[in-house]
Structures are given as structure tokens and as C-alpha cells.
């Protein structure tokens, strides 16, 4: 039998862990994900990730925490951070170990293409984390040929005028042609919202 006490103890442990979650959410978790920029829905993301802090001499105020380094978070903030993300964008989910390796490489501080996932491109430059869906670089072997595609599909995949129609066997653009690429689509972007007004 349990002790008269027990179940009042576990209703207070649930209560502080809604608070916590909560407090989480409306500071570390919300400064996160103001630093997500959706480049391309369901193919492109961009995260600011290693900003540099601002002087706390400079401003004495500094309860902001915009200018904030995530650089260093534990595994446990990236998981909960990039499942959501993941999850928002049909992606699949990142395991630990690939969660770990990104780590690793953000400590490093280079630029360069991050082991996560063969579905799921990730570039590391200057500070941001790129995300990118594979289909944007490799080729699908299990879709049926293009020509069966209807003429919007086939008008929507030449607008992408990076290198990815001749990055085809799982070969990665280099980091200048990934960046070109997405700043085109950012561009695109533009134009969109100009057209829509």
C-alpha cells in the first residue's frame, strides 16, 4: 500500500514540472525560436544559432537574451528544439548520436556539411545552421518519372537554378553553391509577397 502522501507529493511534481515547462518555454524556447527563419516551407531552414552575446557593460538591461549563443545548449535543449522543428516541417527526426555528432561540429565552429541524416542536408557557415530536405539535392528513386509530373510540378523544379539537377548519386553542392541557392529562394520569397500585393 502507498502512503497517505504519496499521491499529493507526485501532484506537486507535476505542478513545478508545468512550471518549468512553462517558464522554458516563454524564455529560453521562445528566444530559440525567434532565430528560425522558414527560407522554403517544407525544404529550407535557416537557425542563427551562434550569435554573439552583447556586452553586459553596454546594456544593463539585459533580461532580452536576444543575443544569445546556442552553441553550447545540452543535448537535451537541441532535441526538444529541432523535434519541433522537424516534426513542423514533415521531416524525420534527428537520434541522439546524430544529435551528439552536430553538437561536436558546432563546437568546432567551421563551415561545413554536418552528418545528420542522408534525407535531411545540414550546413553549418558562419554561425547558422542550415536544414535542408534532401529531395532538394538527390534524386528519388522511388518517384515515378518526370514526365508523368503535371506541367506545375515540372514549371515549380526549374525554377531551382542551383547545380541540384546535376548533384543527382548523393553528392552534396559545395557550401558556396548551397548558399547561392538559398539566397535565390529568399528572393524568390521577395518576389512572392511583391506579387501578392
Not at 514533415?90 to 558546432?106: Q, R, S, V
Not at 518517384?143 to 546535376?166: F, M, P, Q
Request: with cysteine; hydrophobic share 40%.
Amino acid at each position: 500500500m502507498i502512503g497517505l502522501g504519496v499521491l499529493l507529493k507526485l501532484s506537486q511534481m507535476a505542478n513545478q514540472s508545468s512550471e518549468i515547462s512553462n517558464v522554458l518555454n516563454q524564455t529560453l524556447f521562445h528566444k530559440f525560436k525567434k532565430k528560425i527563419h522558414i527560407i522554403k516551407q517544407y525544404d529550407i531552414v535557416s537557425i542563427e544559432i551562434d550569435v554573439p552575446r552583447v556586452s553586459s557593460n553596454n546594456n544593463k538591461n539585459n533580461d532580452d537574451m536576444d543575443d544569445m549563443n546556442f552553441v553550447n545548449m545540452p543535448l537535451f535543449f537541441w532535441r526538444t528544439m529541432l523535434s519541433d522543428l522537424c516534426h513542423s516541417q514533415g521531416w524525420p527526426m534527428i537520434g541522439n548520436k546524430a544529435l551528439n555528432e552536430m553538437l561536436i561540429w558546432f563546437k568546432r565552429g567551421k563551415s561545413s556539411w554536418i552528418p545528420v541524416k542522408k534525407t535531411m542536408p545540414t550546413l553549418y557557415h558562419q554561425g547558422i545552421l542550415y536544414m535542408f530536405n534532401g529531395n532538394l539535392f538527390f534524386k528519388n528513386n522511388n518517384k515515378k518519372d518526370v514526365d508523368n509530373d503535371d506541367d506545375d510540378k515540372k514549371e515549380k523544379r526549374s525554377v531551382i537554378s542551383i547545380e541540384s539537377n546535376r548533384i543527382l548519386n548523393n553528392k552534396l553542392p559545395s557550401i558556396q553553391q548551397a548558399l547561392k541557392y538559398v539566397q535565390q529562394m529568399k528572393a524568390l520569397e521577395v518576389v512572392d509577397e511583391v506579387v501578392k500585393k
